[in-house]
């Protein structure tokens, strides 16, 4: 009797948080009610809109921006890109299901053939490999922009992340969910200290976006970047800021984030492309 | 020269013990020479360091801190400064020890900020 009165003191006993089997419905529910609680004056599907759905000043200056959108040009030049002919006659178009339009919110999708996590930006290159072309940079412009078009033709459709009968999509959903919670870096930050403990705090200049709806801007043209930005960049700009080496752009940890944080968002609307500070 | 009993004991009792000194002192300024000299305190500091970097990577934790750390211990051995290269790797192997400890922690760790 005395030992597990001790046990439970100690911390030892009873059901460890954060169990090894997930149960994604309970998760996002529970995840959900989180940031409402915390923030109850947000309408639910104004998260997506990062730091400008927790403070007004800001809120006030991006519906400025708004009206000449920094992301534009990227977004002139990803539809440009999208149309353009490969050397084979194909385009983009051809690999993708209603010839890629209106189709941002299904992505990433677990691939039970390959049996891994699909991203956008992973299936965009796909297309160019599969029709010849080389890869291009998960990190720069011309992935950000073919990225911004296809959200743009997306926008205000509700996230729509399933995770398949199939344990290997649930084993990913639990992988990214490690990531997410896992602290790394000098600074011993995991991407939950920043968008789970203190979203709406001041790091620096910067207001901290909430881990909810976090993905459906994507991708963003951020000022501190002068430029746009896809995911990969603002997962390694992320892992850096807390003095972590990034892993490689498109790495299965990345992914496994990249379908988790889309699961948390179901039904919200994709924003994307977005603009930040 | 005949020997006489003072040098005779002079050889049994003193030369022996001097001669041993002498070797001993002999093998520890060697010893002392080989583990002062900076280059190879350097080398050996540096290997540790990237060692423990290496297991640092295979758990997908490096810190970028500890790459720094290692650049500058390169770089001060390109120019000479196996002394400051020594301090530099040192941190270096410390960083990436810690970044190893967190890893390890954070296998379990994690699950205490899980919202649920």
Request: charged share 25%; with cysteine; aromatic share 10%.
């Amino acid at each position: 009797m005395i030992l597990p009165a001790l046990a439970a003191l100690m911390g030892l006993a009873g059901p460890a948080r954060g169990s090894d089997q997930p149960d994604p419905v309970a998760e996002a529910k529970a995840f959900r009610s989180y940031f409402t609680g915390k923030f109850p004056k947000v309408k639910l599907e104004d998260f997506v809109n990062g730091p400008y759905s927790l403070d007004e000043d800001m809120r006030r200056q991006w519906r400025e921006i708004e009206q000449f959108p920094p992301y534009e040009f990227s977004l002139e030049k990803g539809k440009e890109l999208f149309a353009r002919r490969f050397a084979n006659g194909k385009n983009y178009a051809d690999c993708f299901p209603n010839q890629g339009i209106g189709i941002r919110q299904n992505y990433p999708y677990f691939d039970q053939k390959a049996g891994e996590v699909v991203t956008l930006e992973l299936a965009l290159n796909n297309c160019r490999e599969a029709n010849g072309e080389p890869p291009v940079s998960y990190l720069g412009e011309e992935m950000a922009a073919l990225t911004a078009y296809m959200a743009f033709t997306s926008r205000g459709k509700p996230f729509d992340i399933k995770i398949p009968d199939d344990p290997r999509a649930l084993e990913a959903y639990q992988n990214g969910k490690r990531y997410f919670y896992s602290r790394r870096g000098q600074l011993n930050f995991s991407c939950a200290t920043c968008h789970v403990q203190n979203p709406g705090e001041r790091l620096r200049a910067e207001v901290l976006a909430p881990a909810l709806g976090i993905l459906n801007a994507m991708p963003i043209y951020r000022s501190e970047w002068g430029g746009m930005g896809t995911i990969s960049r603002r997962l390694a700009t992320c892992n850096s800021q807390v003095r972590s080496v990034p892993l490689e752009a498109q790495s299965q940890e990345y992914r496994d984030l990249e379908y988790y944080l889309s699961y948390l968002s179901n039904g919200l609307p994709i924003s994307g492309p977005g603009a930040r500070p | 020269m005949k020997a006489t009993a003072s040098t005779t004991q002079f050889r049994i009792f003193v030369l022996p013990p001097l001669a041993l000194l002498f070797a001993l002192a002999l093998a520890a300024g060697t010893g002392a020479a080989r583990a002062q000299s900076p280059q190879d305190a350097f080398k050996a500091v540096y290997a540790a360091a990237e060692t423990a970097e290496q297991q640092a990577a295979r758990l997908r934790n490096r810190w970028t801190v500890t790459e720094t750390a290692l650049a500058e211990a390169r770089a001060a051995a390109g120019r000479g400064d196996f002394d400051g290269a020594t301090q530099a790797a040192k941190r270096a192997e410390a960083l990436a020890k810690a970044s190893i400890f967190q890893a390890e922690h954070e296998k379990q760790a994690w699950k205490n900020l899980e919202i649920r």
